[in-house]
């Protein structure tokens, strides 16, 4: 069966430092993985996803995030966090073969502070 | 461009009323999810519908039926509301497609008493 970790409910950091977010899955097969953000009262936003290729994913609000195959891990990354990065996030994974389900983790609290 | 459209944004309700949450999406996907989020339990799919037509539960589908009443409009119903339904519902649609992303409407929080 396919599962999400993220081993955090919160992550604090110093605006202008760098940010990580993490994220472990399990699936049987090959994973799709994304990342959304949550921001107050707002539904999800797509941040950025890995299908293939490149280990490492940029994507959107200068993030970025690396898929380890070994770890099972999609960690999300960002060099200098700003305190309008502070929100939800949430990782999530979709079998290659699993069609239109996807399992989300129960999300991170990043808190950014000035 | 609007994108998925949920209805209402707010809503409360006593125990065994029932009402019917809204979603409509305006950019042509074939596959629509009903979620619910929890406190420290992320989101749980109640149901979602592949295409027009079909349906099928997700992880927490009882005490929730679903229709597709076309390809636009994907709407969950509560028959009677019980306080453990107390959530926040978000609708998603997406392209057919396991490589594809999904794209959520603003939620509904619901409160029974």
């Known amino acids: 069966a396919q599962s999400v970790a993220q081993p955090e409910d919160q992550v604090n950091v110093a605006e202008g430092n760098p940010l990580t977010v993490k994220c472990t899955y399990s699936?049987?097969?090959?994973?799709?993985l994304f990342w959304y953000v949550q921001y107050p009262n707002r539904g999800l936003q797509f941040l950025l996803k890995?299908?293939?290729?490149?280990?490492l994913v940029k994507g959107s609000y200068g993030f970025e995030a690396e898929f380890n195959k070994s770890q099972t891990s999609f960690h999300l990354k960002k060099p200098s966090a700003l305190v309008s990065d502070s929100a939800l996030y949430f990782c999530?994974?979709?079998?290659?073969?699993?069609?239109?389900?996807?399992?989300f983790g129960a999300g991170t609290r990043l808190f950014v502070k000035a | 461009n609007a994108g998925v459209t949920q209805t209402p944004k707010f809503q409360v309700l006593k125990t065994g009323q029932s009402m019917t949450l809204q979603c409509a999406q305006d950019?042509?996907?074939?596959?629509m999810y009903w979620y619910r989020q929890d406190p420290g339990m992320g989101l749980r799919l109640i149901y979602y519908?592949?295409?027009?037509?079909?349906?099928d539960k997700g992880e927490v589908p009882n005490g929730y039926n679903v229709s597709r009443l076309n390809k636009r409009e994907f709407s969950l119903r509560l028959e009677s509301a019980a306080p453990s339904q107390t959530s926040v519902y978000f609708c998603?649609?997406?392209?057919?497609?396991?490589?594809?992303?999904?794209?959520f409407g603003a939620g509904t929080r619901l409160s029974v008493l």
């Open positions: 519908s592949a295409s027009e037509g079909t349906t």
């Open positions: 890995y299908i293939t290729g490149d280990n």
């Open positions: 999530a994974v979709r079998d290659i073969d699993g069609g239109f389900k996807t399992i």
């Open positions: 950019m042509n996907h074939n596959s």
């Open positions: 699936v049987s097969g090959n994973p799709y």
């Open positions: 998603a649609s997406r392209v057919a497609g396991p490589k594809n992303i999904q794209y």
